[in-house]
Structure formats: C-alpha cells, structure tokens
C-alpha cells in the first residue's frame, strides 16, 4: 500500500519552454502532497505543499509564478514547470500524505538545455 | 540550532556490522519520528516511523526514541553492503495551531565494505 507515482520519469527539454510534471497517490486519497527538488549531492529541499483545493503553500525563496502546483483532486497533484532554464535541471520528487506519513514518487529528472 | 540534526558521516561499518544513526531534535512537543533510507540518484523511501518512547523493531531495523533526550536513533543489524545509502530523519513539528510541518535532517552517509 501507499504507492506514489510521478510522470513522467525523466525529460530534456529546450530552455524557455514549460514541463509538467504528475503526482498521483495510486491507493490511497492525499490531501495534502508535497513538491521537493534536489540537486547532485545536496539535501532534499521542499518547494511547496500542495492540499486539495486550495492555493498551494511554496517555501521562503521559491517562485510560485515560476513553479506552478494544481492540487485538483485528492490523488493528483501536478507541478508545472514554466518557462525553464537550465538552472532548473533538478531531480524533481513529489510526496503524499496520508496518517502523518509522507510517501515519496520515484522522482522525475529534469534536465534543460 | 537545527531543528533536526544528524552527523552527515560518512559512517562506514564493515559488513555483518551493527550501524547506529543517531538523530537530535529541539521541539519537545514532537509526536512523530521517521527514518527514510535514499539511494543515490533516487527519491526517498520510508523505513519506520515510532511515536512512543522505547524501540520499535522491524526486521534488521530498530528505531529508537527517547523523548527526554530529544533524540532518535536507527539501528541497522548483520549490515549489508546493499544498505549503503543516505538515511534521513524526519520529525513533525508544531508551527502553531493545527500547523504540524515535517522537519527534515540533512542525512547521514552509510557505506557497509564487503
């Protein structure tokens, strides 16, 4: 149980275009989900907390027109990624939550050219 | 002070070994602990949670709490190379009233030598 997927994977995509990226809690309903980046050898850095229906909550320093977070129903959450730049090459990871637990995606690695 | 520390190692034991990670928090009023294990290159994955004081054992893990203390530890028994990975602590702290946030520990670095 408390599965997690993220879509997709990986992507390369081409600077000054958008990526979005999926969050879906497969057997269980998550109100609240959880946006976090790492970079090469670095700690887990949370971007955001996602709760269903509402605005998402971003971490002191994130740009919430740059990382936008849709949280429309309770197993979905999706962060988009707008107007990229290679700077925001990162290894992407969605968590949800459920009974003080956060469950994490495999991750999705962004790399911009 | 950080709100959850952990010595970032490297902590190197040879395999077959006890390995004991060691955690420190500064909110009393934490309720919630938790262990995850990342491999590198990959997202984090839960390796127990304990809410109480005492050992929680699951297989070759036991977590510890000592709430008096503020510190929680996970012990790793018979070491195996393939449990070479970073381990995170993560506590769920109080922000205010009906504002519980996870805390995240830097991590601690385990290689098990065959």
């Known amino acids: 149980g408390a599965v997690v997927s993220q879509h997709p994977s990986w992507v390369i995509c081409k600077s000054g275009t958008s990526v979005k990226i999926e969050c879906r809690s497969l057997d269980f309903q998550a109100t609240t989900m959880f946006w976090y980046r790492q970079f090469p050898k670095q700690s887990l850095m949370l971007m955001a907390t996602s709760n269903e229906g509402s605005k998402a909550t971003y971490e002191q320093g994130v740009e919430k027109d740059k990382f936008l977070i849709n949280h429309a129903s309770l197993t979905l959450s999706t962060l988009t990624v707008t107007s990229a730049h290679p700077e925001d090459s990162s290894f992407y990871i969605c968590?949800?939550?459920?009974?003080?637990?956060?469950?994490f995606g495999p991750g999705t690695r962004l790399t911009v050219l | 002070q950080k709100e959850v520390e952990q010595n970032s190692g490297p902590l190197s034991v040879p395999e077959g070994a006890i390995a004991s990670l060691n955690c420190t928090y500064s909110?009393?009023?934490?309720?919630?602990f938790f262990w995850y294990r990342q491999y590198s290159g990959k997202s984090p994955e839960l390796i127990m949670s304990?809410?109480s004081n005492g050992d929680k054992e699951d297989g070759r893990f036991t977590a510890q709490l000592n709430k008096a203390s503020q510190y929680v530890s996970l012990l790793i028994r018979d070491s195996q190379p393939s449990d070479s990975a970073t381990y995170l602590c993560a506590v769920i702290v109080l922000k205010g009233r009906d504002n519980r946030k996870l805390i995240w520990g830097l991590g601690t670095s385990l290689a098990v030598n065959p």
């Open positions: 304990i809410y």
């Open positions: 968590s949800a939550m459920t009974a003080d637990t956060q469950y």
């Open positions: 909110d009393r009023g934490s309720q919630s």
